[in-house]
């Protein structure tokens, strides 16, 4: 039986709206570029400052690797200060300023981040210590000589099935 015109249309239409929201797609998801600066050596100095800067979105990645928004902002604030004609240096203490020792990939070693510093030694230490203090325990425990009567409830546990004088040995 064949299909009246207006199915056959509607079904070609149907085909083509799917063809293109399928060819369309990666477009659709496409990021805007990353707007490089027009001097080489300034956009070698962004992405150097990049590096040092922490994400405040993903924290466990600098600006320069982050795809995140703020990372994006921040590298672009980065490129504008550096193209007024401020130093690495400048930037990066502007960004501690605004942000705190946080904002740093790598933050200095100060009475204010200490424990981060050392945080993870003390913390592998204590581990340590503890661990050394169980086996020592257990080792203490298992040197232990055993009392007459444990050491008669070990031997009728440990004697063989039928034995006449109970397990007990002189």
Do not use: H
Request: proline letters at 7%; a positive charge.
């Amino acid at each position: 039986m064949p299909r009246p015109l207006a199915a056959t249309l509607r079904a070609a239409a149907l085909a083509a709206a799917a063809l293109t929201a399928f060819l369309l797609a990666p477009a659709i998801r496409a990021a805007e570029a990353v707007p490089a600066a027009a001097d080489p050596a300034l956009e070698a100095r962004v992405m150097r400052v990049a590096e040092e800067l922490r994400c405040l979105v993903c924290q466990n990645q600098n600006i320069a690797d982050s795809n995140a928004d703020l990372a994006r902002d921040l590298k672009n604030q980065v490129r504008e200060m550096l193209g007024r004609g401020m130093t690495e240096r400048q930037v990066i203490d502007f960004m501690v300023q605004r942000y705190g020792d946080f904002v740093l990939y790598r933050p200095p070693v100060k009475e204010t981040t200490w424990l981060l510093w050392f945080g993870p030694f003390l913390l592998f230490a204590g581990g340590l210590l503890v661990l050394f203090r169980k086996l020592r325990a257990r080792q203490r425990a298992l040197a232990t000589p055993l009392s007459e009567p444990e050491r008669l409830a070990a031997s009728s546990l440990l004697a063989p099935a039928g034995s006449e004088d109970g397990g007990a040995r002189p």
